[in-house]
């Protein structure tokens, strides 16, 4: 089966003229239409570059991106406008329109694509309703907790009916119960319409709850990748044992009724 998502020998330097940092390093990744996948690593590792790959946000120095079976490094600058409605992105803090209501916000790329009113804001309820904010469409994201606020986003995401949703640190600036929340409203959405997931964190935690695949970033280089499962229980290299026994030192430490490492 193809992958929805390819990557080929992905790398990007920055500075390339004086002083360069090689952020990627000969990166090569395939992702499967549906699969909700996890890609992690500590800060700096390259991890956030890496998903703006996807979408081009950031432009690879060499390698090839591949998405839905179009070259995106190929496309002109109109048709990477129309590829990116099939990606959506949702972000560590939310990145709302803070001038604009709940409705406004998730509609607001509904408007950009030139959706008349009356059908955006219709499809603007399907998704609150989805998300569970049916009655906070006319609130700004001010008197919204984190947690609501993160769903907003997601709705946002939704709007255009996207292929692929990137999730960059999206469940970081939560505190533990809400982040279980919103796990388990990506995992619903994941279930109900199929959409491919790429999550990008440091946390062991949240891809252990709800990715089916894992590729571990470090120094600009997956160093390993496979099923959640078999990563876990028997990872294979340093830097994957060094985030799994961490990750096993907090939940025995919490456990036991301490605070963690």
């Known amino acids: 089966m193809e992958p929805i998502i390819h990557l080929e020998k992905i790398t990007k330097i920055y500075n390339e003229k004086s002083d360069p940092l090689k952020a990627l390093d000969d990166i090569s990744l395939d992702i499967q239409k549906g699969d909700i996948y996890g890609i992690i690593g ?3 590792a390259g991890k956030s570059t890496l998903v703006r790959c996807l979408n081009l946000l950031e432009r690879p120095t060499s390698g090839k991106v591949i998405v839905r079976g179009k070259d995106m490094l190929a496309l ?3 048709e990477l ?3 990116r409605t099939e990606i ?3 972000f560590q ?3 709302l329109l803070m001038q604009k209501n709940v409705e406004d916000n998730v509609c607001f790329p509904l408007y950009i694509n030139k959706v008349k009113k009356a059908d955006a804001r219709r499809r603007c309820a399907e998704l609150l309703e989805i998300v569970g904010l049916s009655d906070k469409a006319k609130a700004y994201p001010s008197q919204l907790s984190g947690g609501q606020r993160q769903r907003v986003a997601i709705a946002r995401a939704l709007a255009t009916n996207p292929e692929i949703l990137l999730c960059d640190e999206a469940t970081s600036a939560l505190d533990p119960q809400t982040t279980t929340s919103i796990l388990s409203l990506l995992k619903e959405i994941n279930a109900r319409y199929g959409i491919t997931i790429v999550i990008i964190t440091h946390e062991m ?3 252990r709850e709800i ?3 894992v590729a571990i970033v470090d120094n600009g280089r997956i160093v390993e990748k496979g099923t959640v499962d078999d990563i876990f229980d028997s990872p294979k ?3 994957a044992k060094k985030l799994v026994l961490y990750r096993r030192g907090r939940d025995v430490t919490i456990a036991e009724g301490g605070e963690g490492i």
């Open 81 to 83: 406008r129309r590829e």
């Open 42 to 44: 500590m800060s700096g």
């Open 237 to 239: 290299t340093e830097e």
């Open 93 to 95: 803090h939310f990145n």
């Open 88 to 90: 959506s992105m949702i």
């Open 76 to 78: 002109s600058g109109r």
């Open 211 to 213: 990715c089916s695949h």
């Open 205 to 207: 935690a949240v891809v």
